[in-house]
């Protein structure tokens, strides 16, 4: 087992952190204060190749291990959850589900797109009546001519207002529950998209754009399927089990800006004539946030390394999600608190990464579902179900 990276991986890292400090860093608070999305950063983002992460390079792509994707999804979470959503959503959860089920195609016209920023995709699933339960959603694809037109709403849909392409996720008979969900590419100007952001004030990715939109009488033609009709659940598992990666990685980002913010200011500010790092207390804090950081980061990599092997990571990435997770709260409420007074202001990060933070634990399947996957996994099937069955 070799923990050391590569030179490809160091550079790869440092392209990340050299975008994620000179571009990200100075608009961060702004970027949260005023809860706007900037097109000027997305332009920027595109030049530097980040987008284009695990996608091939025939295809526009950067041709990136998922280490290195992950690598990348680390640095932007150490510094803005709103941007490091972006490129998950864009890059792993939209990029690696049209990469395993498009038609070359739909490849060579989307993914080179993709890559460079020039189109931004997203991924509609959730619905005000479906969450969790995916088979439970109910916008409707009903046959018209040799396509369908859609029906329904969606929900919290990262990029949905500003989107030029949304895979919207249907099905032809919800009483087929899972087996009737198919993936249909829809243009966001598409005639009978209407797209409005999220009610109220955001916890947290206030940078970021989250929309409820409504399908009314969209029409899709028969090529705009993504994979085949009746696939949809496997399509947008695809794409989830990348996504979920970017996650646990920006999971494990903020723990990092959480870690890096307290050790600088643990050093800083002294209380009764010493550095507050020098109270046992502090040192603990910093223990615990060191030790959540330092195993979540193993956690994450090693399921990006088993995919780059070839090898399922279903699980794995299930585990490295749940733990980066919780343990991000942990570390930026512990964080809060050891800023004191300061912690609670937007002037420092800190805040910022609690909220954001919890925003991580619901996406991408919420911390329940992620234990609900590992747990169903340790057990396995039951034999005498099986038997019964037979
Ligand atoms: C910032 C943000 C960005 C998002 N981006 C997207 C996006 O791009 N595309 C998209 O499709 N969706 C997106 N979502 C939606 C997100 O995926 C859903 O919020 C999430 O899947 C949970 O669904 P829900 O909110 O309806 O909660 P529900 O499913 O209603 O769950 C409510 C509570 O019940 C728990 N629960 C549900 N079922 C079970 C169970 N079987 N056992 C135990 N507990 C259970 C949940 O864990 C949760 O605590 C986003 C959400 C947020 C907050």
Same mark, same amino acid.
Request: include cysteine; proline fraction near 2%; charged fraction near 20%.
């Given at each position: 087992?070799?923990?050391?990276?590569?030179?490809?991986?160091?550079?790869?890292?440092?392209?990340?952190?050299?975008?994620?400090?000179?571009?990200?860093?100075? $608009?961060? &608070?702004?970027?949260?204060?005023?809860?706007?999305?900037?097109?000027?950063?997305? +332009?920027?983002?595109?030049?530097?190749?980040?987008?284009?992460?695990?996608?091939?390079?025939?295809?526009?792509?950067?041709?990136?291990?998922?280490?290195?994707?992950?690598?990348?999804?680390?640095?932007?979470?150490?510094?803005?959850?709103?941007? $490091?959503?972006?490129?998950?959503?864009?890059?792993?959860?939209?990029?690696?589900?049209?990469?395993?089920?498009?038609?070359?195609?739909?490849?060579?016209?989307?993914?080179?797109?993709?890559?460079?920023? $020039?189109?931004?995709?997203?991924?509609?699933?959730?619905?005000?009546?479906?969450?969790?339960?995916?088979?439970?959603?109910?916008?409707?694809?009903?046959?018209?001519?040799?396509?369908?037109?859609?029906?329904?709403?969606?929900?919290?849909?990262?990029?949905?207002?500003?989107?030029?392409?949304?895979?919207?996720?249907?099905?032809?008979?919800?009483?087929?529950?899972?087996?009737?969900?198919?993936?249909?590419?829809?243009?966001?100007?598409?005639?009978?998209?209407?797209?409005?952001?999220?009610?109220?004030?955001?916890?947290?990715?206030?940078?970021?754009?989250?929309? &409820?939109?409504?399908?009314?009488?969209?029409?899709?033609?028969?090529?705009?399927?993504?994979?085949?009709?009746?696939?949809?659940?496997?399509?947008?598992?695809?794409?989830?089990?990348?996504? &979920?990666?970017?996650?646990?990685?920006?999971?494990?980002?903020?723990?990092?800006?959480?870690?890096?913010?307290?050790?600088?200011?643990? $050093?800083?500010?002294?209380?009764?004539?010493?550095?507050?790092?020098?109270?046992?207390?502090?040192? !603990?804090?910093?223990?615990?946030?060191?030790?959540?950081?330092?195993?979540?980061?193993?956690?994450?990599? +090693?399921?990006?390394?088993?995919?780059?092997?070839?090898?399922?990571?279903?699980?794995?990435?299930?585990?490295? !999600?749940?733990?980066?997770?919780?343990?991000?709260?942990?570390?930026?409420?512990?964080?809060?608190?050891?800023?004191?007074?300061?912690?609670?202001?937007?002037?420092?990060?800190?805040?910022?990464?609690?909220?954001?933070?919890?925003?991580?634990?619901?996406?991408?399947?919420?911390?329940?579902?992620?234990?609900?996957?590992?747990?169903?996994?340790?057990?396995?099937?039951?034999?005498?179900?099986?038997?019964?069955? !037979?």
């Amino acid at each position: 087992m070799d923990f050391t990276l590569s030179a490809a991986d160091v550079a790869v890292q440092e392209r990340a952190r050299k975008f994620a400090t000179e571009v990200l860093a100075p $608009r961060a &608070r702004a970027a949260d204060e005023q809860g706007v999305f900037d097109h000027d950063v997305l +332009r920027l983002f595109g030049a530097t190749g980040l987008l284009g992460a695990q996608l091939p390079k025939d295809l526009g792509g950067s041709g990136f291990s998922h280490v290195q994707f992950a690598l990348s999804m680390i640095e932007l979470g150490a510094v803005d959850s709103s941007w $490091r959503g972006f490129g998950t959503v864009q890059s792993a959860l939209c990029g690696q589900m049209i990469l395993h089920n498009a038609s070359a195609a739909q490849r060579a016209a989307w993914l080179p797109e993709l890559a460079t920023g $020039r189109a931004v995709f997203a991924f509609a699933l959730t619905e005000p009546e479906a969450g969790s339960d995916v088979a439970a959603l109910s916008t409707r694809a009903v046959a018209d001519g040799d396509g369908w037109r859609l029906q329904g709403e969606k929900c919290w849909i990262t990029n949905g207002g500003i989107a030029d392409w949304i895979f919207v996720f249907a099905t032809v008979d919800p009483a087929l529950g899972r087996k009737g969900l198919s993936c249909f590419a829809v243009r966001g100007n598409a005639q009978g998209v209407r797209r409005e952001r999220m009610e109220g004030i955001e916890l947290g990715h206030r940078g970021a754009d989250h929309a &409820r939109i409504h399908l009314d009488g969209v029409r899709v033609n028969a090529n705009d399927l993504l994979g085949a009709q009746g696939a949809g659940f496997a399509v947008a598992m695809s794409g989830l089990e990348h996504g &979920r990666l970017g996650v646990a990685a920006g999971a494990v980002g903020i723990q990092q800006g959480c870690f890096d913010a307290c050790l600088s200011f643990a $050093r800083e500010r002294r209380q009764f004539g010493k550095r507050i790092g020098d109270f046992q207390l502090i040192q !603990k804090e910093l223990a615990d946030m060191h030790v959540d950081l330092e195993s979540t980061r193993l956690l994450t990599l +090693r399921a990006a390394a088993l995919r780059d092997a070839g090898q399922p990571n279903l699980h794995e990435v299930s585990v490295a !999600k749940y733990a980066a997770c919780e343990a991000a709260v942990r570390s930026a409420n512990a964080a809060v608190l050891m800023f004191g007074s300061r912690g609670y202001s937007s002037a420092a990060p800190v805040g910022r990464f609690l909220r954001d933070a919890k925003g991580l634990q619901i996406y991408e399947g919420t911390a329940h579902i992620q234990s609900l996957i590992i747990g169903r996994g340790l057990m396995g099937r039951d034999s005498a179900e099986q038997d019964q069955r !037979k």
